[in-house]
């Protein structure tokens, strides 16, 4: 599809990251930096320019910290395309890849404080998203988590502005509604405004939002397994917020009270429903210091990766001195000479590199492994070191073993001590 010809010169495609109805998304290679970016493009013969409205948007939102950076845009004979900063992961896959496809309370409130301030920044240039979903926030990357100046950037960003709205007119007033708007948005996270074809506004982004929350805590919305849109709309109206909301704390029902009772040309609150839930935080005794689910995962994966380094390292250094006793001791039987391999540290760290790599390999296809106790593996390696420690020292303090070189490199060691 692509002739591999960098974009003006600069960046080189690698491989797809995302599509949706609007596009295909890009990692791509900036040459010039050295850096991996992404590129969003849309055929040029498509009649929905989804792409110059997102073009625009984002030029507009730079001075928000809560969306990508825009690098470049332009297009060529059959697209036209943005660049922009590369982010991590979205809200949907990293909510996939936790134990029953949920987040924790501590996660949840720490991304919606962060989204309901991409939402405002949003509609402060104007616009209303009207695509609120996890698919559409992603996590920046900690090591870019400062810009060039070293403004600190928020980490969780909103993107895919294909669907946004103008609800602002010239003069900075709200447009009026029009009578009929039809559907817009996702049918799962839609406000029940959308389904019933009303003109959106700031409340129904929040609305979204709110779905969205109790997904991300509940691991799926109670009409998860419906497709029809007509159907997923009547459950919508069945299920109660109070339902939805009933094992969690009180503030996710002020919550939806407050976004609930707005009207169409209303403006939410955002500083109000960012406290309501810093303050559920803090009262759950939740800190800054508190981790992100992903980001314990990983440690929790590191950490089993060192034991699992350390079991290695301990079971090679057991093996290897198994062999040099039992050859020690088998070769004394027969004819009171030995021949040891030179085993120095040098020869044992390589072994163990190697060794360690190919764990490594097997580990990268295992998820399953046992995390073992690595303090305990110390005291137990320890023991056997000594062992180990006592027999070489018996050899090398025998004042009448001498030792030379054979052609292959092993030494010969005539041995008489005191184990002979
Ligand atoms: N800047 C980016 N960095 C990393 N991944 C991205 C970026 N932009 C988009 N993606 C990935 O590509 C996916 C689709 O992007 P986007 O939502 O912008 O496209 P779309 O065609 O409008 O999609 P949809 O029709 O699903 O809304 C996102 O969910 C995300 O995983």
């Given at each position: 599809m692509f002739s591999g010809t960098p974009l003006k010169q600069r960046w080189t495609l690698l491989n797809k990251i995302g599509r949706g109805g609007f596009g295909e998304i890009y990692s791509a290679l900036d040459l010039e930096t050295k850096e991996h970016v992404a590129v969003k493009m849309e055929?040029?013969?498509?009649?929905?320019?989804?792409?110059?409205?997102?073009?625009?948007?984002?030029?507009?939102?730079?001075?928000?910290?809560?969306?990508?950076?825009?690098?470049?845009?332009?297009?060529?004979?059959?697209?036209?395309?943005?660049?922009?900063?590369?982010?991590?992961?979205?809200?949907?896959?990293?909510?996939?890849?936790?134990?029953?496809?949920?987040?924790?309370?501590?996660?949840?409130?720490?991304?919606?404080?962060?989204?309901?301030?991409?939402?405002?920044?949003?509609?402060?240039?104007?616009?209303?998203?009207?695509?609120?979903?996890?698919?559409?926030?992603?996590?920046?990357?900690?090591?870019?988590?400062?810009?060039?100046?070293?403004?600190?950037?928020?980490?969780?960003?909103?993107?895919?502005?294909?669907?946004?709205?103008?609800?602002?007119?010239?003069?900075?007033?709200?447009?009026?509604?029009?009578?009929?708007?039809?559907?817009?948005?996702?049918?799962?996270?839609?406000?029940?405004?959308?389904?019933?074809g009303m003109e959106l506004g700031r409340r129904d982004d929040l609305l979204s939002l709110f779905y969205m929350i109790i997904e991300m805590l509940n691991g799926e919305l109670p009409w998860h397994r419906i497709k029809n849109q007509e159907k997923i709309y009547h459950s919508k109206k069945n299920n109660t917020n109070k339902e939805m909301c009933k094992d969690l704390p009180e503030e996710f029902t002020l919550f939806f009270e407050h976004i609930n009772g707005l009207k169409f040309e209303d403006e939410p609150n955002y500083k109000y429903l960012r406290k309501l839930l810093t303050e559920s935080y803090i009262k759950l005794g939740f800190d800054e210091n508190t981790k992100y689910d992903w980001e314990i995962n990983q440690e929790v994966k590191s950490q089993k990766r060192k034991s699992q380094k350390l079991k290695l390292k301990k079971k090679n250094s057991r093996d290897s001195k198994q062999i040099i006793s039992s050859n020690f001791l088998e070769d004394i039987d027969k004819k009171n000479e030995i021949i040891l391999p030179s085993l120095s540290d040098n020869n044992i760290q390589q072994i163990n590199e190697k060794q360690l790599e190919e764990a490594d390999e097997t580990e990268a296809s295992s998820s399953t492994m046992e995390v073992v106790d690595s303090s305990q593996e110390e005291a137990d390696g320890g023991m056997e070191s000594n062992e180990f420690d006592k027999i070489f020292k018996m050899i090398n303090e025998d004042n009448n073993s001498q030792s030379v070189s054979t052609h292959s490199g092993m030494k010969k060691t005539s041995c008489k001590c005191i184990i002979c």
């Open positions: 055929r040029i013969d498509r009649h929905k320019r989804a792409l110059v409205l997102e073009n625009s948007i984002i030029r507009r939102l730079q001075e928000s910290k809560h969306t990508t950076k825009f690098i470049s845009s332009g297009r060529n004979t059959e697209y036209k395309y943005i660049v922009m900063e590369l982010l991590g992961s979205n809200l949907w896959n990293l909510k996939k890849n936790q134990p029953n496809s949920r987040f924790t309370l501590a996660t949840t409130i720490k991304l919606s404080v962060e989204m309901i301030s991409a939402i405002e920044d949003l509609h402060k240039i104007g616009y209303i998203h009207r695509d609120i979903k996890p698919g559409n926030f992603g996590i920046r990357n900690s090591r870019r988590s400062k810009t060039e100046e070293g403004i600190s950037q928020s980490y969780c960003c909103i993107f895919d502005f294909g669907l946004c709205h103008k609800y602002l007119d010239s003069d900075g007033k709200v447009k009026p509604a029009r009578e009929k708007a039809g559907f817009r948005g996702t049918a799962r996270y839609a406000s029940i405004n959308s389904h019933e």
